[in-house]
C-alpha cells in the first residue's frame, strides 16, 4: 500500500470512481492489525486505489473529514465520500465495502 499525502488523495479522490483512504498512527496496535488486513484487500481488488496515511502528517484534514479515532478507512465514490470505517472487523466484511 502506497504511502499518499492529501493532495494524492484528492487527486485519486478525482481520478478514480473509487478510492480507500487507510488512516493510521504508528503506535496503534490495531492500526497494524487493520494494515494486514487491507494488503490482502490490495490483492483482491488490484484496480482499487488504495492508500495510506499517518494521520499525524495530514494537517487540517482530520477536522475537515471529522475523523473520529484511528484505524479509518475513508472510502469516496465518484469524488463524495461515502463511508468511513472504525470497525475493520474481517477481510470479507471489507471486500463486500470495496468490491464494485
Known amino acids: 500500500m502506497e504511502q499518499w ?3 494524492q488523495w ?3 479522490v478525482q481520478q478514480y470512481d473509487q478510492t480507500a483512504f487507510f488512516l493510521y498512527t504508528p503506535m496503534c496496535g490495531t492500526c497494524e492489525v487493520s ?3 487491507l ?3 490490495e ?3 488490484p484496480d482499487l486505489p488504495l492508500g495510506m ?3 499525524n502528517y495530514l494537517g ?3 477536522y475537515e473529514l471529522k475523523i473520529e479515532s484511528v484505524p479509518c478507512l475513508i472510502v469516496s465514490d465518484n469524488g463524495e465520500l461515502t463511508n468511513k470505517i472504525y470497525a475493520f472487523k474481517s477481510v470479507p466484511f471489507l471486500y463486500e465495502i470495496l468490491k464494485k
Do not use: G
Open 39 to 41: 494488503e490482502v484487500i
Open 43 to 45: 490483492k483482491l481488488l
Open 5 to 7: 499525502t492529501k493532495q
Open 60 to 62: 487540517d484534514l482530520p
Open 10 to 12: 484528492e487527486q485519486n
Open 35 to 37: 494494515e494486514k488486513m
Open 53 to 55: 496515511a499517518n494521520i
